[in-house]
């Protein structure tokens, strides 16, 4: 069954994860480029908080789409949903994002 990119059904193994995440934040590099670069040239002006707002709207949807791959990858290894509340720490999101990805799959 092939699992979809949004869902939160489902598991996903360390290989997976990484490379979603990696998709997510080069996505999200990219429209923050694209949109810098387009609003600075605009031949009306240049609308730079437009750049930035498009890049925060894209951002906030891309941060739910990675929790949804986290509870995929928390599921896959055996730990409980709400352990995705650290993500809300700061400086603890990126120790518990590094172990998640590199924490072993429960066997079945």
Known sequence: MLNSFISSEGRIGRFAFILRIA????????VWMW????FAHWHH????????????VFGLI?????LMQLL?????????AYNTLWMFVPGVNLLFLLYV??????GE
């Open 23 to 30: 998709i997510l934040a080069a996505i999200v590099y990219g």
């Open 35 to 38: 949109a810098s670069h387009f």
């Open 45 to 56: 002006g240049t609308f730079g908080t437009l750049a930035v707002f498009m890049t925060i």
């Open 101 to 106: 990805a590199v924490a072993p799959s429960k």
């Open 62 to 66: 891309a941060s739910f789409i990675g």
């Open 72 to 80: 995929k990858r928390l599921r896959d290894m055996g730990k409980a």
